[in-house]
């Protein structure tokens, strides 16, 4: 059975940085997309960022130039750099990958 498993997420003041990880066993990393979602309190889930097999990125305009997705193939892993953090960027960042979804890491931004 394939598994992803988000670690990273924590409490940090607005303007601080984070690095959330995405660590995924029993699939063929390398010839897939990674996606970041995140779910704010009482809001339904977002997509936030993708990184594609061939290592090209997408961001939604919220998080474009503060958030960096990257990947490590060698060791099936995946990062969200998140910088210049507002209290808008909280709530539980998930990561799928062919189709599975991790149970989630809580990111919360205080003001």
């Known amino acids: 059975q394939a598994q992803v498993m988000e670690s990273g997420g924590d409490v940090v003041q607005a303007g601080g940085s984070l690095r959330l990880s995405c660590a995924a066993s029993k699939i063929i990393f390398s010839t897939k997309t990674v996606a970041w979602h995140r779910q704010a309190p009482g809001k339904e889930r977002e997509w936030v960022a993708y990184?594609?097999?061939?290592?090209?990125?997408n961001y939604i305009d919220s998080v474009n130039g503060r958030f960096t997705v990257s990947r490590d193939n060698a060791k099936n892993m995946a990062y969200l750099e998140m910088n210049s953090l507002k209290p808008e960027d909280t709530g539980v960042y998930y990561c799928?990958?062919?189709?599975?979804w991790g149970r989630g890491t809580q990111v919360t931004v205080s003001s």
């Open positions: 799928k990958i062919a189709g599975f």
């Open positions: 990184i594609n097999s061939d290592r090209t990125t």
